[in-house]
């Protein structure tokens, strides 16, 4: 059904209601739509939304999800690239919806394709591309990028399954090419015993991202300098205080943190990764977990028999997932139920045919390797 723009009912009218009101009304307007809807709920969403999603996940598995929905509108409380993958990967007959539009993500902004594709220049004009190179972009990167890598042998990849993609890479490719995470990378870089010195930074406001032509012949990783704003706050003085203050305890923590705390932790995880842990981890068992404050209030209200803290309880959530609220959450669906199509998602055509390449060559390698 065409979005009737004219007929939109205005977000205005939402701003002020009281939270019962936004939450029966969400429910309402669900039920109304049945199953031509269903909303996908990322695991760092406030829990007034979290708790109307069908469907939680990590971005990996949000992925899938959007892959085999059914529905006709896919309402994804997520952040802009995740819906704009769901896009990539849903039926050309869906339509994906991303409740407020300020949703974004700091970590994606920082690599354009442009700066991409300007770095993938440099590195042919010193010879690099003469070895095989493989581009591989997390999952938090426009889908752009996601459509280089797709045309360049490359791929996407989650926290979720970095270990096991690395792995397929190294084995066949001389060198990799990760933005726009320096830490996942070179976190998992680590894992497969890669010398630091072998791991170098891209700084694209730098010729050569401040390399030298040497360096970046010799090296077997390089990182795009990027970073997520919230794990990227965690400090290893911060472990250290906890080990002091809290002897037994355990730290959890997400390979976005940078090396040096992650080199300090117990383990080290995706999101799913974390949950699980915590899952199957004994009562009385005490757990500092450094990631989004929202996923770790939510497991420490779920499992009051454990110990559960933030590492660093000074740290805030993640604020352009935060922007998803019950009030434009509810908007969207209303709108959905009048028939108005609003803050439609659509990659365009070559863009997604590409990025559908490589994020299916992400989800198909990984099947494989479990």
Known sequence: MPAVLEEVIPLDNYLAMPETELSERIEAARRELGPRVVILGHHYQRDDVVSHADLTGDSYQLSVMASKAEAEFIVFCGVHFMAESADILGRETQRVILPDMGAGCSMADMASIDQVEDAWEQLEEIGVLEQKVAPITYMNSSAAIKAFCGRHEGVVCTSSNAIPLFDIYLKNFDKMFFFPDQHLGRNTGAKFGIP?????????????????????LDAKLIVWRGHCSVHGRFKDWQVDKIREEHPGMKILVHPECPREVVAKSDLDGSTSFIIKTVEESPAGSAWAIGTEVNLVNRLEKRFPDKHIRLLA??????????????????????????GNVVNEIVVEPETKQWANVALRRMIDLTEKKN
């Not at 791991?199 to 406001?205: A, Q, S």
């Not at 309880?313 to 009048?338: G, S, V």
């Open 196 to 216: 630091m010195e072998k791991i170098v930074l891209w700084d694209p406001h730098k010729e050569l991202g401040g390399n030298t032509e040497e360096e970046l």
């Open 313 to 338: 309880p000074d740290l805030c959530m993640c604020a352009t997932m935060f922007r998803i609220a019950p009030q434009n959450l509810a908007w969207a669906l209303e709108n959905l139920a009048a």
